[in-house]
């Protein structure tokens, strides 16, 4: 399939309002196997790489009860966020819980969606665009909609203020996940893996659309290059948490191929000293060559959020 960086409207999917995707279609996902490292002692950085292992032992709560997480794990990862990032504000917009043996169960969250399974035959992504990135922070400045987490928090009221929308996107902005392993034991199957994104290029990712019944949203996937360096802390536990970085409106690779859209944004970033390397960290779950079904299913948990930064 060719690449893209802008939607072509070929390849996508539907998704329902719990949270479960339909078949791909104009995309044919094939299994490879590629060498992980281990990313534990290792220098990494958002900026550098996209992605980086914290210490975060906190209050644990029941992570299947939709309400627990809204009222509480959302205001303890907006803090981390701004306390890893130097972020002056975040908001928490979204998250998912996945389970491979609690997705085939037809398990749900406690007033929530349904439980998904680890992104193994999904493939190697990125959760935003360039389109898609500005676009869902707008989207956060409306009421929310039927597939909106925050629905339950915010009702009708826009997350963000509509008056500040077009002032926060001139300045510095990302989207960033907090995963972490909510089981008791450490993460030994279906690990996360991440891609180092020095390692990667726009030549690599294909536009994916996701179909929701009252909006379309867009994703990347990536074509397997032997460039690419991947990533993954072994037996994560539940008192750490990864920061993974979805977008960021400094990307070098995007702020110089796509300098009309930042204009567009109201930004400048013509000085070099304002970009930085990583744009993003392409991700997805994997499979080690030593696991077995001996060993439990991971439990994840991914939070969905965007910092904004004061210039």
Same mark, same amino acid.
């Given at each position: 399939?060719?690449?893209?960086?802008?939607?072509?409207?070929?390849?996508?999917?539907?998704?329902?309002?719990?949270?479960s995707?339909?078949?791909?279609?104009?995309?044919?996902?094939?299994?490879?196997?590629?060498?992980?490292?281990?990313?534990?002692?290792?220098?990494?950085?958002l900026?550098?790489?996209?992605?980086?292992?914290?210490?975060?032992?906190?209050?644990?709560?029941?992570?299947?009860?939709?309400?627990?997480?809204?009222?509480h794990?959302?205001?303890?990862?907006?803090? @981390? %966020?701004?306390? &890893?990032t130097?972020? +002056?504000?975040?908001?928490?917009?979204?998250?998912?819980? $996945?389970?491979?043996? /609690?997705?085939?169960?037809?398990?749900?969250?406690?007033?929530?969606?349904?439980?998904?399974?680890?992104?193994?035959?999904?493939?190697?992504h990125?959760?935003?665009?360039?389109?898609?990135?500005?676009?869902?922070?707008?989207?956060?400045?409306?009421?929310p909609?039927?597939?909106?987490?925050?629905?339950?928090?915010?009702?009708?009221?826009?997350?963000?203020?509509?008056?500040?929308?077009?002032?926060?996107?001139?300045?510095?902005?990302?989207?960033?996940?907090?995963w972490?392993n909510?089981?008791?034991?450490?993460?030994?199957?279906?690990?996360?893996?991440?891609?180092?994104a020095?390692?990667?290029?726009?030549?690599? @990712? %294909?536009?994916f &659309?996701?179909?929701? +019944?009252?909006?379309?949203?867009e994703?990347?996937?990536? $074509?397997?290059?032997? /460039?690419?360096?991947w990533?993954?802390?072994p037996?994560?536990?539940?008192?750490e948490?990864?920061?993974?970085?979805?977008?960021?409106?400094?990307?070098?690779?995007?702020?110089?191929?796509?300098?009309?859209?930042?204009?567009?944004?109201?930004?400048?970033?013509?000085?070099?000293?304002l970009?930085v390397?990583a744009?993003?960290?392409?991700?997805?779950?994997?499979?080690?060559?030593?696991?077995?079904?001996?060993?439990?299913?991971?439990?994840?948990?991914?939070?969905?959020?965007?910092?904004?930064?004061?210039?």
């Amino acid at each position: 399939m060719p690449t893209s960086i802008v939607s072509t409207g070929t390849v996508g999917t539907y998704r329902d309002g719990r949270g479960s995707d339909e078949e791909f279609f104009g995309v044919d996902p094939q299994p490879t196997e590629v060498q992980v490292g281990n990313g534990r002692g290792l220098q990494l950085s958002l900026d550098e790489h996209g992605f980086r292992l914290v210490d975060h032992t906190w209050r644990h709560i029941d992570y299947y009860d939709d309400q627990a997480v809204l009222s509480h794990y959302y205001p303890e990862c907006e803090s @981390l %966020v701004c306390q &890893e990032t130097g972020a +002056s504000w975040a908001l928490a917009f979204d998250h998912n819980i $996945r389970s491979r043996s /609690r997705k085939a169960a037809g398990e749900a969250l406690n007033g929530g969606n349904a439980v998904q399974e680890p992104l193994l035959s999904y493939g190697v992504h990125n959760d935003y665009t360039a389109n898609s990135a500005p676009t869902r922070i707008r989207q956060l400045a409306q009421p929310p909609r039927h597939n909106d987490t925050i629905r339950q928090l915010y009702g009708s009221t826009p997350p963000i203020s509509p008056e500040r929308t077009e002032t926060l996107l001139k300045g510095r902005w990302q989207f960033i996940n907090v995963w972490r392993n909510i089981a008791p034991e450490p993460v030994q199957r279906f690990p996360l893996g991440l891609c180092d994104a020095s390692s990667t290029d726009v030549n690599d @990712l %294909v536009v994916f &659309e996701i179909r929701y +019944s009252d909006r379309v949203g867009e994703n990347y996937f990536a $074509r397997h290059s032997k /460039r690419h360096r991947w990533f993954y802390f072994p037996e994560a536990t539940r008192d750490e948490a990864v920061l993974l970085k979805c977008w960021d409106s400094r990307g070098k690779d995007f702020v110089d191929l796509m300098p009309g859209q930042q204009q567009d944004q109201g930004q400048s970033v013509s000085d070099s000293n304002l970009r930085v390397p990583a744009t993003f960290s392409l991700h997805s779950a994997f499979e080690e060559t030593a696991s077995t079904n001996e060993v439990p299913d991971r439990e994840s948990l991914e939070v969905r959020i965007v910092a904004f930064f004061q210039e």
